[in-house]
Nanobody, 124 residues
Framework: QVQLVESGGGLVQAGGSLRLSCAAS????????VGWFRQAPGKEREFVVV????????YYADFVKGRFTISRDNAKNTVYLQMNSLKPEDTAVYYC?????????????????WGQGTQVTVSA
């Protein structure tokens, strides 16, 4: 069982930055790939980025490439999402999720555990 807690969301102007954190409970955090997803009002949840168990494989959605960076510190059971050059269209609730299946996936259904989400609002 893994519990995930996101933090770091907030209100920022366009062009600004935020760093989200995803803190996990449990001693086996390094056994999970971790992904970030987001959901804007009236839209479906969409994939943002995923990092593998040891962070040797990372995949980004095209719309965040070059702006967002994922990292993980398995010793601290934490995954980070550095978000730069934020745009109003990045406004959403951001969720982290853990996947115990080997490999990585962009599909939300693959993930076993989810955090409660953190709101990111980017003003124009």
């Amino acid at each position: 069982q893994v519990q995930l807690v996101e933090s770091g969301g907030g209100l920022v102007q366009a062009g600004g930055s935020l760093r989200l954190s995803c803190a996990a409970s449990g001693r086996t955090f390094s056994s999970y790939a971790v992904g970030w997803f987001r959901q804007a009002p009236g839209k479906e949840r969409e994939f943002v980025v995923v990092t593998s168990r040891s962070a040797d494989n990372t995949y980004y959605a095209d719309f965040v490439k070059g702006r967002f960076t994922i990292s993980r510190d398995n010793a601290k059971n934490t995954v980070y999402l550095q978000m730069n050059s934020l745009k109003p269209e990045d406004t959403a609730v951001y969720y982290c999720a853990a996947d115990r299946t080997p490999g990585t996936s962009r599909k939300a259904a693959r993930y076993d555990y989810w955090g409660q989400g953190t709101q990111v609002t980017v003003s124009a």
